[in-house]
């Protein structure tokens, strides 16, 4: 095997050696911590790349700066079809166990608060229910002005007293 390209100063192209030596060991090297994970279920790297670096630089080219090999189907092994440079929110999205950034994805689709979401799963509340809506300016003798806003005026401070002996009694 050729490792010019391992061997050049230039650090893009070490980190892109990098990445596919790395695959190549958690997919094929049982003595690998990761090995269980990605061999022991069956991923494996496509004989043209598991075998020459050269055809991997070829087809997937230097590794761009922030980004790292992801597969695209995690089901699947390496090979050119599924495999591409990602950063790593794309592959955080991309895993077995998403469902927090499953529904940090739907939160914004839906503009929704994501602690919104995650309390109306806990509680077993429909998750795309509307959200209440609040008056952004409300008028001053307001509870809202008094709490959200932080209003310190007479007429809130009077409004917010009254509020509280109603509560107490």
Not at 69 to 84: S, V
Not at 143 to 155: F, L, M, N, W
Request: with cysteine.
């Amino acid at each position: 095997m050729y490792l010019g390209k391992w061997r050049n100063p230039v650090r893009l192209t070490r980190a892109t050696y990098g990445s596919w030596a790395n695959a190549r060991h958690r997919c094929h090297n049982p003595k690998n911590v990761r090995f269980p994970e990605y061999g022991g279920r069956g991923i494996t790297m496509c004989d043209r790349w598991r075998e020459d670096y050269d055809a991997f630089y070829e087809d997937m080219g230097p590794r761009p700066v922030g980004k790292t090999l992801d597969r695209i189907d995690n089901t699947k092994g390496y090979y050119p079809e599924n495999c591409r440079w990602a950063t790593p929110a794309e592959q955080q999205r991309n895993t077995r166990r998403n469902i927090g950034i499953v529904l940090k994805d739907f939160a914004a689709q839906k503009e929704i608060n994501y602690s919104t979401i995650m309390h109306r799963k806990r509680v077993g509340n429909q998750l795309d229910a509307p959200v209440r809506e609040y008056k952004k300016d409300s008028g001053h003798g307001t509870i809202s002005r008094y709490i959200r806003q932080k209003c310190r005026c007479d007429v809130c401070r009077k409004s917010y007293s009254e509020y509280q002996k109603a509560r107490r009694s």
